[in-house]
Nanobody
């Protein structure tokens, strides 16, 4: 499967962005999806994940209550809705996918086989 993340840009603190992750070349409903981010001079870190069916989600503590991950399997797209953005959310955001026949979810990079190219989110103070 190929993944294409988009929707990044410059936003003021307190603002919102929605990042789509469009998938192609695979049966999207069989892929768990995760979002990760890499801030300047930091390691890539987990943000949020969702199961194949969309029935379960998990979030990093730093984004819980502000970010929402979702998916539309009819459109082969996952989303990361980001509200109340903070300057510390500035990073390149990556979506990733993992194939599995049954619902699965994970917060570790090594669990994901497929990665998009990333989209830059910059939050100004």
């Amino acid at each position: 499967v190929q993944l294409q993340a988009s929707g990044g840009g410059l936003v003021q603190a307190g603002g919102s962005l929605r990042l789509p992750c469009a998938a192609s070349g695979g049966t999207f409903r069989n892929y768990a999806v995760g979002w990760f981010r890499r801030a300047p001079e930091k390691e890539r870190e987990f943000v949020a994940a969702i199961t194949q069916s969309g029935g379960s989600t998990v979030y990093a503590d730093s984004v819980k209550g502000r970010f929402t991950i979702s998916r539309d399997n009819t459109k082969n797209t996952a989303y990361l809705q980001m509200n109340n953005l903070k300057p510390e959310d500035t990073a390149v955001y990556y979506c990733a996918a993992r194939w599995q026949l049954y619902d699965t979810i994970g917060d570790r990079q090594m669990q994901y086989n497929y990665w998009g190219q990333g989209t830059l989110v910059t939050v100004s103070s």
